[in-house]
């Protein structure tokens, strides 16, 4: 049961593009939401997050959109630069204390030259 | 810091064996987590720890798996027998609860890449 469907699971951007992956949640009581970035060999890292009461939030070159309507929300590279290319995980959880946090399948983005 | 340190980095076995992965959280944090990445279904929770204890092991696949934390620096996730359907990166994280305030921000540790032959 995938309640967070993430596309597309790869990507090719030219350096200096936008980079847009896209993700979608099922359940309305998900009140949080992490990107994480995961380099070859490393573990994922957190990147960016957001909470439904912004639609939404911008850190640098990385910025993402939040529908909460549509349950949808999405991550924008801007200027994407070869130095980002990883896989990007999306997730959805509940904030407070922990609860499980339910990760997209990955989006495996690389920019080239 | 060293952050959270996994050995070993690989494992290739053979099928039948056992296999134990080793991990090292963060000092202080409380919070330990097995995640296992497979290209089919991405980063799946294993089992977590609360202050040494399992508190949920429902991603466990089978009871080939197992998992202990029996002091707050160190845990193993042990498969016995493998089977080549266990071959995965194997990621340990750790985090921390303050105040019930949880951070997600895990610090993930590099992983163990196995392989059963």
């Known amino acids: 049961q995938q309640q967070v469907k993430q596309s597309p699971q790869s990507l090719i951007v030219q350096k200096g593009g936008i980079s847009i992956i896209n993700c979608a949640y099922e359940?309305?009581?998900?009140?949080?939401f992490p990107w994480y970035q995961q380099f070859p060999g490393k573990g994922p890292a957190l990147l960016i997050a957001?909470?439904?009461?912004?639609s939404e939030k911008k850190e640098g070159r990385f910025t993402i959109s939040f529908n909460k309507s549509a349950k949808q929300f999405s991550l924008h590279i801007m200027d994407s630069q070869p130095g980002d290319s990883a896989t990007y995980f999306c997730?959805?959880?509940?904030?407070?204390?922990?609860?499980?946090?339910?990760f997209g399948i990955g989006t495996k983005l690389q920019v080239i030259p | 810091d060293a952050g959270v340190i996994q050995s070993p980095r690989h494992e290739v076995t053979e099928m039948g064996q056992e296999v134990t992965l080793r991990c090292k959280p963060i000092?202080?944090?409380?919070?330990l987590f097995w995640y296992r990445q497979t290209m089919m279904r991405g980063l799946e929770l294993l089992i977590y720890?609360?202050?040494?204890?399992?508190?949920?092991d429902s991603g466990m696949p089978e009871d080939r798996f197992s998992a202990k934390m029996p002091n707050a620096s160190f845990s193993t996730l042990k498969i016995q027998p493998s089977e080549p359907r266990d071959s995965a990166v194997y990621f340990c994280?750790?985090?921390?609860?303050?105040?019930?305030?949880?951070?997600?921000?895990?610090?993930f540790g590099s992983g163990t890449r196995l392989t059963v032959v």
């Open positions: 994280a750790s985090s921390w609860d303050r105040g019930g305030t949880f951070n997600y921000g895990y610090t």
């Open positions: 359940n309305t009581a998900f009140d949080y």
């Open positions: 957001i909470r439904p009461d912004v």
């Open positions: 997730a959805a959880t509940t904030s407070g204390g922990y609860q499980k946090v339910t």
């Open positions: 000092s202080g944090h409380d919070y």
């Open positions: 720890f609360n202050n040494n204890v399992p508190i949920d």
